[in-house]
């Protein structure tokens, strides 16, 4: 997908946003919190794209001109960028099965469902009806069009609420879901991602 292409999607995301803000479903984004789709910048090749459910852990805007600058990575692939508690297994699972290379310069991280929301307005978000409900069709319909005109090598569903918001909306490209990676009190060791990757070792292929 050529840079024209990511930059006229992004700039009708920016109207449509806008669109939503001034309407009655604007009343579904807490007014103390931002919009973060991505993880860092598009890289020029991409074979996998990461699907989350939320951004919950930053009160404002991942990247800001009046905070963080936005990132030429992927934040997930850099222990010094990544403020996701889940990043350091991400990476040590990556690393494991031959992919780190995939996961630092040919994936692409972004949200099923934004404006950014604190964890305990997950279930709202997932469940929620009128203006959440809203929102997270928007949110949903816009990640499922960005995944079919990348038509990446393969899509990995990073846990539960992430699938169940996105997977019937993706069509035409291989699905891997890791039902458990998002939750952050998870006790699991890294064996219990192995099935999940291992699929992805086959999609991506293995010293990527």
Same mark, same amino acid.
């Given at each position: 997908?050529?840079?024209?292409?990511?930059?006229?999607?992004?700039?009708?995301?920016?109207?449509?946003?806008?669109?939503?803000?001034?309407?009655?479903?604007?009343?579904?984004?807490?007014?103390? &919190?931002?919009?973060?789709?991505?993880?860092?910048?598009?890289?020029?090749?991409?074979?996998?794209?990461?699907?989350?459910?939320?951004?919950?852990?930053?009160? &404002?805007?991942?990247?800001?001109?009046?905070?963080?600058?936005?990132?030429?990575?992927?934040?997930?692939?850099?222990?010094?960028?990544?403020?996701?508690?889940?990043?350091? &297994?991400?990476?040590?699972?990556?690393?494991?099965?031959?992919?780190?290379? *995939?996961?630092?310069?040919?994936?692409?991280?972004?949200?099923?469902?934004?404006?950014?929301?604190?964890?305990?307005?997950?279930?709202?978000?997932?469940?929620?009806?009128?203006?959440?409900?809203?929102?997270?069709?928007?949110?949903?319909?816009?990640?499922?069009?960005?995944?079919?005109?990348?038509?990446?090598?393969?899509?990995?569903?990073?846990? &539960?609420?992430?699938?169940?918001?996105?997977?019937?909306?993706?069509?035409?490209?291989?699905?891997?879901?890791? *039902?458990?990676?998002?939750?952050?009190?998870?006790?699991?060791?890294?064996?219990?991602?192995?099935?999940?990757?291992?699929?992805?070792?086959?999609?991506?292929?293995?010293?990527?």
């Amino acid at each position: 997908m050529c840079s024209e292409a990511f930059t006229t999607m992004f700039d009708n995301l920016a109207i449509a946003c806008r669109q939503m803000l001034s309407g009655l479903d604007g009343y579904g984004r807490l007014a103390d &919190r931002g919009l973060s789709v991505l993880y860092g910048a598009p890289p020029a090749a991409i074979d996998l794209i990461m699907v989350s459910f939320q951004n919950h852990d930053c009160g &404002r805007p991942l990247f800001d001109p009046a905070g963080q600058p936005w990132p030429k990575r992927l934040v997930h692939a850099d222990d010094k960028l990544d403020p996701f508690p889940f990043g350091a &297994r991400l990476r040590r699972v990556f690393a494991a099965h031959g992919l780190t290379r *995939t996961l630092s310069e040919r994936t692409l991280a972004v949200n099923a469902i934004y404006p950014n929301a604190p964890a305990a307005d997950a279930e709202i978000w997932l469940h929620g009806v009128g203006s959440y409900a809203a929102w997270r069709r928007f949110s949903t319909a816009w990640t499922a069009l960005l995944v079919e005109q990348i038509r990446p090598k393969a899509v990995l569903l990073l846990g &539960r609420k992430a699938s169940q918001a996105i997977r019937h909306k993706l069509k035409g490209v291989p699905i891997v879901e890791s *039902t458990y990676f998002t939750a952050p009190t998870v006790a699991h060791d890294d064996g219990i991602y192995e099935a999940p990757f291992a699929e992805l070792v086959r999609l991506l292929g293995a010293g990527r």
